[in-house]
């Protein structure tokens, strides 16, 4: 009797300790969460081909629907940033956007790296020239993303670490831009489309690995766009919009809510 007695104690005092553990927890994830957000980084972050712009961003074109605007609606951390910029290179992060980060910094998000390497020119070069022509563009591309991004990419990452030393970092990628092997796209030939996914895959990897060397989440939206690519049928990105050139390549705002904000949300 006294033994039954003795284990139906330990058991409730078992469980009143892991109650108050998973309260605890619960309380300081919940506290995590309310804390400070920047947003940083270029069009895919502020938004661009989202619409819904702040007219205060001016050409930053900082949009109500970009991923990081949508997070921190649903969220409601107790103080947000939005710094992004379209057309930002890694310098212009350095530069430009850091200034909001500090100590009390817990979440950092950021995608930079296709302005550097020439993204809009590599479109150009292979919406109006010849395959031979897209694939050289496309090569001088990666080779930069070899000898040169990485050490831009170190030098963000190193200033982000720097100024929100206890902040969860998560980097965002690119998506491929073209469902291949569908009879849907006009106009770009497969050996073009081909090339620009593989060239976004070697950019997403580049920016993978320098992320994880420096102990940041790597958020990649690949899996998210799949289905939604170009000549799809439901894409998720614009493809050339003669009436905003700059909108061109960008996602939409379905591709920013179903695209970008799971993945932030997931690694947040």
Not at 80 to 94: L, P, R
Not at 103 to 110: E, G, P, W
Not at 111 to 121: E, R
Not at 195 to 224: E, Q
Request: aromatic residues 8%.
């Amino acid at each position: 009797m006294r033994r039954n007695r003795l284990a139906a104690y330990l058991t409730s005092l078992f469980l009143a300790v892991g109650m108050a553990l998973t309260g605890a927890a619960a309380a300081h994830a919940s506290s995590a969460a309310v804390t400070g957000y920047v947003a940083l980084g270029d069009s895919y972050s502020s938004g661009v081909g989202a619409g819904s712009y702040i007219s205060s961003s001016g050409s930053c074109n900082r949009s109500t629907k970009a991923y990081p605007y949508l997070w921190q609606a649903a969220k409601a951390p107790a103080s947000f940033s939005f710094m992004a910029c379209s057309g930002a290179i890694t310098t212009d992060v350095i530069n430009n956007q850091l200034g909001a980060l500090n100590s009390s910094t817990s979440l950092v998000s950021i995608s930079v790296g296709g302005n550097d390497a020439g993204f809009s020119d590599v479109m150009t070069s292979c919406v109006l020239d010849s395959d031979s022509t897209c694939l050289s563009r496309i090569a001088t591309a990666r080779a930069f993303i070899d000898s040169t991004l990485p050490g831009r990419l170190d030098a963000v990452y190193s200033a982000i670490r720097s100024k929100a030393p206890s902040a969860r970092v998560v980097v965002l990628g690119y998506p491929r831009f073209y469902k291949l092997g569908t009879t849907l796209c006009l106009g770009l030939s497969e050996t073009k489309r081909s090339a620009i996914n593989g060239a976004a895959d070697y950019m997403d990897a580049a920016i993978a690995k320098r992320a994880a060397d420096h102990g940041f989440t790597f958020g990649d939206v690949r899996t998210t766009f799949t289905g939604h690519e170009l000549c799809s049928g439901d894409a998720w990105l614009h493809s050339v919009n003669l009436l905003n050139i700059t909108e061109s390549y960008h996602p939409t705002a379905a591709g920013q809510s179903g695209g970008y904000l799971p993945v932030l949300t997931n690694a947040a």
